[in-house]
């Protein structure tokens, strides 16, 4: 059972095309990250959200933290081609030494 | 400065046999962690050093070990590799937890 569920796990959407991706959890974190991945690589750090009801923007896309701190949604405006990858969320609980863990990530594909 | 470097990139090993993979993280980062990504359970973390010490150890068994030296440098090691070891390999600096990884490009270790 994956700590982090992410929605959906595929997309394949038109260029131009609004979309939005979920990641829920029943856990509260002291931080969320989303990350971008592409074929080959280790995965990118796209931005980190620490404080609940946060929202931070990166061109065409927005990130929103949940006011409990349990959940995270990452939107994208008018995608393009370039914005196909795997998308992780990933999220650290303190306590101690922090572990993070991973969603399963959605895999977008923006067809031109 | 220099991201995280993982050697080697690929390496293909037959059931039985034993592997290290190494990891250099980012000068001045004193964390390194350790995930094993697979399609069907994404990013499984295995381990996690600071200064020389491991702090957190995920769900793998004990064929699963690493270390760090005092340059920050980490390896892993698989002993009496399985069919199921097959996977991506990927080693993430940070300097701060909470804050996001770097992550190297990964090692994809194949077992036949």
């Known amino acids: 059972t994956q700590l982090l569920e992410q929605s959906p796990q595929f997309l394949s959407i038109q260029e131009g095309e609004n979309l939005t991706v979920y990641c829920n959890s029943s856990?509260?974190?002291?931080?969320l990250q989303w990350y971008r991945q592409e074929p080959g690589e280790g995965p990118v750090l796209l931005v980190t959200?620490?404080?609940?009801?946060e929202v931070k923007k990166l061109k065409r896309l927005t990130f929103q933290f949940g006011d409990a701190r349990k959940d995270s949604s990452l939107h994208i405006t008018a995608a393009q081609p370039g914005d196909t990858g795997l998308y992780l969320c990933?999220?650290?609980?303190?306590?101690?030494?922090?572990?993070?863990?991973f969603g399963i990530g959605t895999k977008l594909q923006v067809i031109p | 400065k220099a991201g995280v470097t993982q050697t080697p990139r690929y390496l293909i090993k037959t059931r039985g046999q034993q592997v290290t993979l190494s990891c250099s993280p980012i000068?001045?980062?004193?964390?390194v962690s350790w995930y094993q990504q697979t399609p069907g359970q994404g990013l499984q973390f295995l381990f996690e050093?600071?200064?020389?010490?491991?702090?957190n150890k995920g769900n793998f068994p004990g064929r699963f070990s690493g270390r760090q030296f005092s340059n920050s440098r980490s390896e892993m090691n698989v002993s009496t590799l399985e069919l199921g070891d097959s996977a991506l390999y990927l080693c993430?600096?940070?300097?701060?937890?909470?804050?996001?990884?770097?992550f190297g490009s990964g090692t994809r270790l194949t077992v036949v």
């Open positions: 993430a600096s940070s300097s701060q937890g909470d804050y996001g990884y770097t």
């Open positions: 856990s509260v974190f002291s931080s």
């Open positions: 959200v620490v404080t609940g009801g």
């Open positions: 990933a999220g650290a609980r303190s306590g101690g030494y922090q572990k993070v863990t």
């Open positions: 000068s001045g980062h004193r964390s």
């Open positions: 050093y600071f200064s020389e010490t491991q702090r």
